[in-house]
């Protein structure tokens, strides 16, 4: 099941929301990971953006949660805004809060993306059938692997464009790994190393999202292909 909470609005409309911790990753001394908090909040704000929009949601507003100190903020917001820009949409509203009281030996950052969808799309389990392709879009990489290989990354706007494909699903991959994300999203088979081929590492943690799930019928494929470029990555069930 996705990491989302969706909460029945008016008529058929819904409220959907995501979010994303960061810890230990940053500029203070203890930090783990070393990098800029505009890096920091980008890939936090992915996450949080990418399960709420796999659910079908359009995002319309973003909570920012600092606990880096009063100078960060800025910058967590230009990492925000940056993600934000590349999904064309500049009318997502941001606001958040600052620990300013005290002081912490490492960073941490939470965020939280709130989206409005119709219906209950793409939020569900899936069931397998043998019409059934799938695909992982990008590459699983974590820690200092996603600055030094970002080019391996899948961008925002690649995600985006694949979400609004007809009969396409899709499911961000986070730290447990593309194989536990495909058996949260179906309900009807147990996937392992064993009966999947595929030449990325199944079990590997795609840290803040920088691959997803896409499933789609054999009819999508060459579209898929298409948006995707160099980012599709095939997976085979053997049965």
């Known amino acids: 099941m996705r990491d989302i909470l969706m909460i029945p609005l008016t008529g058929n409309e819904n409220l ?13 001394e203890w930090d783990a990971v070393q990098v800029p908090y505009e890096t920091v909040a980008y890939y936090s704000f992915r996450v949080a953006v990418m399960e709420c929009m796999s659910a079908g949601a359009e995002p319309i507003a973003v909570t920012l949660q600092n606990f880096c100190g009063e100078d960060a903020w800025d910058v967590l917001l230009k990492g925000i805004k ?13 606001t958040g809060s600052t620990e300013s009281n005290f002081s912490m030996n490492q960073s941490a950052v939470g965020i939280t993306v709130i989206g409005k969808t119709r219906g209950r799309k793409a939020v569900d389990q899936l069931t397998f059938t043998n019409q059934t392709n799938i695909a992982v879009i ?4 974590v820690g200092q692997e996603v600055v030094e290989r970002e080019a391996e990354v899948v961008p925002l706007a690649v ?8 009969s396409v699903a899709t499911m961000p991959v986070g730290s447990k790994g593309i194989l536990f994300e495909l058996n949260s999203l179906f309900a009807d088979i147990h996937f ?5 081929v595929s030449n990325l590492n199944l079990s590997k943690s795609s840290g803040p999202s920088t691959c997803f799930i896409a499933v789609y019928p054999e009819s999508m494929q060459l579209k898929l292909i298409s948006e995707a470029g160099g980012y599709y990555h095939e997976i085979h069930y053997l049965g």
């Open 192 to 196: 392992t190393e064993e009966n999947l």
């Open 159 to 166: 995600f985006e464009r694949i979400c609004g494909l007809q």
């Open 16 to 28: 959907v929301i995501a979010s994303d911790n960061s810890g230990s990753i940053g500029l203070k």
């Open 138 to 141: 990008g590459r699983p990489l």
């Open 82 to 94: 940056q993600g934000i820009a590349e999904l064309g949409k500049p009318n997502i509203s941001i």
